[in-house]
């Protein structure tokens, strides 16, 4: 089945600095991608939401890139600030008729001020 | 309202007692999901609802089971405890047409003990 790698599991950067965590997937089949945010003992918050067809999407303070080549994902906080400090977690989709998820272990990222 | 709720928020069981745990949505979602996760680990899908269909992972088919009497609400039950068990039950729900987009719930913190 599906398996997905997210590195690094702990990050660390300064306010104004940019944070970029990577998820690398085995099927090729996969074709849809998310990235979830969680803070503490908060629910896990949809980012956003990726498409095969699509490479890059920007979001608010955020770029998130999808390489099928190399069936890498990677989600760029383009300067943290101390509110991005959380957990993400990517998660990928295969299979049209099951909506299941595999995610990655997460990364849990803080911005020092 | 995306909103997922959860009930109980953390729950503490013995080994070998029962322990059910409750899910409910408002948003009119056909599939509902429920995860477990442990420290440091990625959330494990367990079963899902889609609408009074239940598909239960391969791995943990005899641990867990579920009940969906209506489509709000969804059920986790777990016949006898055992320590392995302490982790957050996540629940989450998703529409077919919405791309199976899974929102989830804050999440259940079970201790087994």
């Known amino acids: 089945g599906e398996q997905v790698e997210q590195r690094p599991p702990h990050l660390s950067v300064r306010e104004g600095d940019s944070a970029v965590i990577t998820c690398t997937y085995t099927?090729?089949?996969?074709?849809?991608f998310f990235w979830y945010k969680q803070e503490p003992g908060a629910s896990l918050q949809l980012l956003m939401k990726?498409?095969?067809?699509?490479e890059i999407n920007e979001g608010q303070g955020f770029t998130v890139l999808l390489n099928k080549k190399d069936k890498r994902l990677s989600l760029n906080l383009t300067a943290a600030h101390p509110g991005d400090s959380a957990a993400y977690f990517c998660a990928v989709k295969t299979g049209a008729n099951t909506g299941k998820l595999t995610f990655g272990h997460g990364t849990i990222l803080r911005v020092h001020p | 309202d995306t909103t997922v709720k959860q009930n109980p928020r953390y729950k503490l069981a013995r080994v070998g007692k029962p322990v059910n745990l409750i899910c409910s949505q408002t948003?009119?979602?056909?599939?509902m999901y429920w995860y477990q996760k442990k420290p440091n680990q990625a959330p494990k899908l367990l079963l899902f609802?889609?609408?009074?269909?239940?598909?239960r992972e391969a791995d943990t088919f005899e641990k867990f089971q579920s009940s969906r009497p209506n489509n709000s609400f969804c059920s986790l039950y777990i016949g006898s405890a055992g320590l392995e068990y302490s982790a957050m039950y996540l629940c989450?729900?998703?529409?077919?047409?919405?791309?199976?987009?899974?929102?989830f719930g804050p999440g259940t913190r079970l201790l087994v003990l």
């Open positions: 948003m009119n979602h056909d599939t």
């Open positions: 989450a729900s998703s529409r077919r047409d919405n791309q199976d987009t899974q929102y």
């Open positions: 990726v498409f095969s067809s699509t």
């Open positions: 099927d090729p089949n996969s074709y849809y």
């Open positions: 609802y889609y609408d009074k269909i239940l598909n």
